[in-house]
């Protein structure tokens, strides 16, 4: 294994008033193609978006297992004609990560390995284990030694501490005991594993490459390198990849889907299929439907790019107001730069966009976009916006309000760090500074997303962050607030 040494940590430098939702991973595996590590480089390029803070990849090339894990990004860190000399072989996994605030983020980094008794074994791990704390603890007190802050180091304890004789039912007995959403790959010395979460909160999907599977956590990646959707993985499925073909097992008790509606609303790439729908357009009717439910007098649609283009294209196709880049999106923003000052820092938002003064002076405005978390990434926008010269501001947003936080993979702030949560909708819109203030309804999303009527008592997605229904048990959120009422606070490391 040759780990990179880290120069730079993103968690040192980011804004503090960022209110940007993060998802923390996304993971592809190849299995039996010439050069796996380069395909795999290029697949993470296609999944950037899922993290952009560090990287690894993992290759086996029959013998040996090679690995490499870098801070920064896929571009800067698998370069160079020896990439596949550097990580040989036909089988190889990748990660792309958002490094939380406050940990560590080069010891975090993926894939992890491990020597097991059964042989070495590489794991890449898309999503949060609700019962992280609570599996780490127990490890430790029987005497487990980690190296890092990672849920994903937890499973390879979990593997290496199973005494089933088979390593697909060591994998089952560590996976087992896991609670959370998560999209699990790894990679042994004779098999290519994939898992998804029995809810299949987060997504994956398989493809084929003239011939050999490919496993990813989005389809845009698959379209990166050439290969074929074949299907998404289902929920609660698990895949075993080796040189006899494809089998699937169903290790979980059976359970209704409840995938992450946030992938269509935000985080997946919008030339992505998620569970069969085109990201692409569930955000165009989410706009449409936006326009529908809340659609103020004005001269222009301007989208806040680049997530809320594809609404603000709907919105102004339902409504019959013009659509115009009214902000335009500096895509060359480079990770060096430091922001000292308060004074400074209000001036960071013009980096990353501008105005586009020609569309907007002395036009009634229609701002769209995907969410609002805390507002203060929102604000400065509409600052930027009435001092180009707009007459009127309404911002509007393509998704209903963020009242609760997520413990599934979303870096997303406490419950009283969440605008929507601590304010009536008057309270936000004198905060934003906007002339108007709209959320598309919870029902509007599922008509959006195409069906129809959310139903209460089985969720058809999973949506907590705009109705506080969680899924699955918070075991660590529980036993930490039955601590702290009984006069004991836990101290909890933030994992990735």
């Not at 960022?18 to 697949?43: K, P």
């Not at 289902?234 to 979980?252: A, C, K, N």
């Amino acid at each position: 294994m040759t780990p990179s040494s880290p120069v730079w940590n993103p968690a040192d430098h980011r804004d503090p008033d960022d209110d940007q939702l993060r998802l923390e991973c996304g993971v592809f595996g190849v299995y039996g193609v010439a050069e796996a590590s380069a395909v795999a480089a290029l697949g993470l390029h296609a999944l950037q978006h899922r993290g952009q803070e560090a990287c690894g990849i993992a290759a086996f090339d029959g013998e040996r297992f090679y690995t490499e894990r870098h801070v920064g990004r896929v571009g800067d860190a698998f370069t160079g004609q020896d990439l596949v000399e550097r990580l040989p072989g036909k089988c190889a996994i990748g990660h792309t990560r958002y490094s939380t605030a406050g940990g560590s983020a080069f010891r975090n980094v993926q894939p992890m390995f491990a020597d097991l008794e059964a042989g070495g074994v590489a794991l890449a791990h898309n999503g949060n284990l609700t019962n992280f704390h609570t599996l780490r603890d127990r490890l430790v007190s029987d005497g487990a030694i980690f190296q890092s802050t990672s849920d994903s180091e937890v499973i390879l304890h979990l593997l290496a501490r199973s005494r089933k004789a088979r390593f697909v039912d060591r994998f089952i007995d560590a996976i087992s005991q896991i609670e959370g959403g998560y999209a699990l790959i790894a990679l042994t010395n004779k098999k290519l594993i994939g898992v998804r979460d029995p809810l299949g909160i987060r997504p994956l999907v398989l493809g084929d490459l003239a011939g050999k599977p490919v496993l990813a956590s989005e389809t845009c990646a698959l379209d990166m390198i050439g290969a074929r959707f074949v299907r998404d993985i289902q929920h609660g499925e698990m895949v075993i990849i080796d040189d006899t073909g494809i089998e699937s097992l169903r290790p979980f008790p059976a359970v209704r889907a409840r995938p992450c509606v946030f992938e269509l609303v935000y985080f997946a790439r919008p030339d992505s299929v998620v569970d069969g729908r085109s990201v692409y357009d569930v955000r165009k009717k989410m706009g449409a439907r936006l326009a529908i439910e809340s659609g103020p007098d004005a001269d222009v649609v301007v989208p806040v790019p680049d997530s809320g283009v594809p609404a603000a294209i709907g919105y102004s196709q339902q409504s019959g107001v013009p659509f115009e880049m009214g902000i335009i999106r500096n895509h060359y923003v480079g990770r060096t730069f430091i922001q000292p000052t308060q004074g400074v820092r209000e001036l960071g938002v013009r980096m990353k966009h501008s105005p586009n003064r020609a569309v907007i002076e002395g036009k009634r405005v229609v701002l769209i976009d995907d969410s609002i978390v805390r507002g203060t990434t929102s604000r400065k926008i509409v600052r930027m916006v009435r001092e180009a010269g707009a007459r009127e501001v309404h911002l509007r947003s393509a998704s209903p309000p963020i009242k609760w936080p997520d413990f599934y993979g979303i870096d997303m702030p406490e419950r009283d760090k969440l605008l929507a949560a601590t304010q009536s909708l008057e309270e936000m819109a004198r905060f934003l500074e906007v002339d108007s203030l709209g959320f598309l309804s919870v029902e509007g999303l599922y008509e959006a997303l195409g069906v129809g009527a959310r139903d209460p008592v089985n969720p058809q997605f999973t949506d907590h962050y705009f109705t506080g229904d969680y899924p699955t048990r918070l075991t660590d959120r529980e036993l930490a607030q039955a601590d702290a009422d009984g006069g004991r606070q836990l101290s909890f490391l933030v994992s990735a």
